[in-house]
C-alpha cells in the first residue's frame, strides 16, 4: 500500500494546489470553528459578528449575518428541544446545519467530496475551467435547487453570494481555490490575515 493510502491519510486533493486535507475529517467544523473566536465549541452571535468584520465584511452586513446565520443554526446545533435565548452555535454538530439545495461537497457527516466538488466545475464552468461566471454561478444555484426547498433555495444564495462578493476576482470570476478553501476555512484565515496585513500599511 503507497503511504498516500494508509486509513490516517492525509490526501492530496488534486487541482487544490497544496492544499492537503485529511480524509476523515469533519472540514465542515473547520469552516464554522473560524467563527468561534475563543475557542470553547460554541460560536455566539456576536462571535460571528466578530469573525464577518475580521475577514473584512461591513458592519451591517456583519450584524445582519450574525442575527441570520445563528438564528437558523443555532436550534439544530443545540442538544434537546429548547433554544437558547442567546443563540449559540454548537460546532461539534454543524453538520446538523447543513440544508437541502447545496452542492452536496459537504456530505451528511461535514466532510469534503471531491467528486462533488469536481462536479461543480464540470457542469458549470463552461467559460474558464478553473472559474465560474457569476451567470454560471447562478445557473449553478438555479440547477441545485430541490422543488419548494424554499429555506434551502436562501442558505445557498446567502453563501454563495457572500463568497461571491469577497472573493470575485477583477474579472467578476470566483476562482477554483477560493472555493477550495471556504469549504474547510483556510478562506477565512487567508483573508483575516489579509486584512491586518492591509490595516498596518
Ligand atoms: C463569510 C462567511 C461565510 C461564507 C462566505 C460561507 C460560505 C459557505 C459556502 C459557499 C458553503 C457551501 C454551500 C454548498 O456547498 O452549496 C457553506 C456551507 C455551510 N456553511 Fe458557511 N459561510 C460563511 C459563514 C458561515 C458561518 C458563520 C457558519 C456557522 C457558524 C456557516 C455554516 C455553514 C454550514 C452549516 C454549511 C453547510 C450547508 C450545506 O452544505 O447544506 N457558514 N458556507
Ligand atoms: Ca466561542
Redo the contacts with the bound molecule.
Keep these: 500500500m503507497s503511504s498516500s493510502s494508509s486509513s490516517s491519510e492525509i490526501s492530496a486533493q488534486e487541482g487544490v494546489g497544496e492544499e492537503l486535507i485529511p480524509v476523515d475529517e469533519n472540514v465542515?467544523q473547520k469552516?464554522?470553528g473560524?467563527?468561534d473566536r475563543n475557542g470553547d465549541g460554541v460560536?455566539y452571535p456576536w462571535e460571528?459578528f466578530q469573525?464577518?468584520r475580521a475577514?473584512g465584511?461591513g458592519f451591517l452586513l456583519s450584524i445582519a449575518?450574525a442575527i441570520f446565520?445563528?438564528f437558523s443554526?443555532s436550534r439544530k446545533t443545540r442538544p434537546g428541544k429548547f433554544p437558547s435565548l442567546l443563540f449559540p452555535?454548537e460546532?461539534k454538530n454543524?453538520?446538523r446545519?447543513?440544508?437541502?439545495s447545496?452542492?452536496?461537497?459537504?456530505d451528511t457527516e461535514?466532510r469534503f467530496i471531491q467528486e462533488k466538488f469536481e462536479e461543480i466545475f464540470n457542469k458549470h464552468a463552461n467559460t474558464y475551467t478553473n472559474a465560474l461566471t457569476n451567470d454560471e454561478l447562478k445557473a449553478m444555484l438555479k440547477a441545485?435547487r430541490v422543488p419548494k426547498d424554499y429555506a434551502?433555495w436562501l442558505?445557498?444564495y446567502v453563501?454563495?453570494k457572500?463568497?461571491y462578493d469577497?472573493c470575485k476576482d477583477k474579472n467578476g470570476l470566483l476562482q477554483r481555490d477560493d472555493?477550495a478553501a471556504?469549504?474547510d476555512g483556510s478562506?477565512?484565515e487567508r483573508l483575516e490575515k489579509k486584512r491586518s496585513a492591509d490595516n498596518k500599511k
Design positions: 465542515l469552516h464554522a473560524f467563527f460560536v460571528t469573525g464577518f475577514i465584511c449575518s446565520i445563528n443554526h452555535i460546532v454543524i453538520q446545519g447543513k440544508h437541502g447545496d452542492s452536496g461537497v459537504y461535514g441545485n434551502g442558505g445557498g453563501e454563495w457572500l463568497l469577497l472555493i471556504v469549504y478562506l477565512f
